[in-house]
């Protein structure tokens, strides 16, 4: 079993900064893509950004060059550094991984419990 633990979420006024952290555990034998989703309620749950293992990244057009996608594949770990927030940037901030298990080498998805990002104006 695999689990995708985010932290980092909270208040922040508009033009601050915020930090996600997802740390993924359990038998685990490689993980390939990594990312970060975001969902309001009633809407669909929409990619933010997403990371390759080679480090290749995509953004949606909505944070680009206000947010980085970066990950330590020595931690299991994925990050969203997000500058500059806006209010429209609240949301729950979901993390997504693609493990492949240590268990029967089976490759399967994940995803994290969420974690509430509020951007007061």
Do not use: H
């Amino acid at each position: 079993q695999v689990q995708l633990v985010e932290s980092g979420g909270g208040l922040v006024q508009a033009g601050g900064s915020l930090r996600l952290s997802c740390a993924a555990s359990g038998s685990i034998f490689s993980i390939n893509a990594m990312g970060w989703y975001r969902q309001a309620p009633g809407n669909q749950r929409e990619l933010v950004a997403v990371i390759t293992t080679g480090g290749n990244t995509n953004y949606a057009d909505s944070v680009k060059g206000r947010f980085t996608i970066s990950r330590d594949d020595a931690k299991n770990t994925v990050y969203l550094q997000m500058n500059s927030l806006k209010p429209e940037d609240t949301d729950v901030y979901y993390c997504n991984a693609d493990v492949r298990s240590g268990y029967d080498f089976q490759w399967r998805n994940y995803w994290g419990q969420g974690t509430q990002v509020t951007v007061s104006s």
